[in-house]
């Protein structure tokens, strides 16, 4: 059976340090995969999907990035941290080339104090 | 693109009555329309879906109607229960991009 991780679960970090969010799929091979940013009991936000290894699409302008080193494994980084930056971060996947259900992480809440 | 729109955004219920959450989108071209539920301090999943070729499905207490010519569809929650409290999420998949877009989502309070 397929399953993802998303690590770490909670996360305190100053204004200005670096971000490395990781998330890995297991079970499948060549998914779709998607970082989401859901604010404090907003909907959420897409920031990066991808479709292959290096393939990243950016929706969202900001000082986040995404990378995909694996098949199955999706990085969301930042250099600087900003206050804006805080919020529930969801990693998600689905199955390449059919409109089917996609499956989310358990998230990971960061406050960027 | 797709545009979504989820109503209402809160919504509370006695214990033993029915929910009805409604989703309109824009694109007449979706074809894939899910509903998640979100509890506290996790991530979203999927309780029902359904697809363009048909009007209804149901899955125990929880249905989904689909009305392609207004371009909406509802979740059902009949019976409600307190579990059913929650945070649901329409999402249809954008055609034209295969990216699903969620909608603000819509807090479901059931009271016993």
């Known amino acids: 059976s397929q399953t993802i991780h998303q690590w770490p679960a909670t996360l305190v970090q100053p204004v200005g340090s670096p971000l490395s969010l990781e998330c890995t799929v297991e079970?499948?091979?060549?998914?779709?995969l998607y970082w989401y940013r859901q604010a404090a009991g907003r909907g959420l936000q897409l920031l990066f999907y991808?479709?292959?290894?290096?393939?990243i699409s950016s929706e969202v302008p900001q000082n986040l990035s995404a990378s995909r080193p694996q098949d199955r494994q999706f990085i969301l980084s930042s250099k600087k941290l900003l206050l804006s930056d805080s919020g529930f971060y969801l990693c998600?996947?689905?199955?390449?080339?059919?409109?089917?259900?996609?499956?989310f992480g358990q998230g990971t809440r960061l406050t960027v104090v | 693109g797709e545009n979504v729109e989820q109503h209402p955004s809160t919504l509370s219920v006695q214990e033993g009555d029915s929910a009805v959450i409604k989703c309109t989108y824009s694109?007449?071209?979706?074809?894939?329309f899910p509903w998640y539920k979100q509890e506290l301090g996790k991530g979203p999943q999927l309780i029902i879906d359904?697809?363009?070729?048909?009007g209804e499905k149901k899955d125990q207490r929880i249905a989904v109607t689909l009305n392609k010519t207004a371009k909406h569809f509802s979740l059902h929650i009949t019976e409600t229960q307190p579990e059913d409290s929650a945070v649901y999420f329409c999402?249809?998949?954008?055609?034209?991009?295969?990216?699903?877009?969620f909608g603000t989502g819509t807090r479901l309070k059931v009271l016993a």
């Open positions: 998600a996947w689905d199955r390449s080339g059919s409109n089917t259900e996609a499956f």
């Open positions: 079970g499948t091979s060549n998914p779709n």
């Open positions: 694109d007449s071209a979706s074809n894939y």
């Open positions: 999402a249809p998949l954008d055609p034209g991009t295969y990216k699903y877009i």
């Open positions: 991808s479709v292959g290894i290096g393939q």
């Open positions: 359904i697809r363009s070729n048909v």
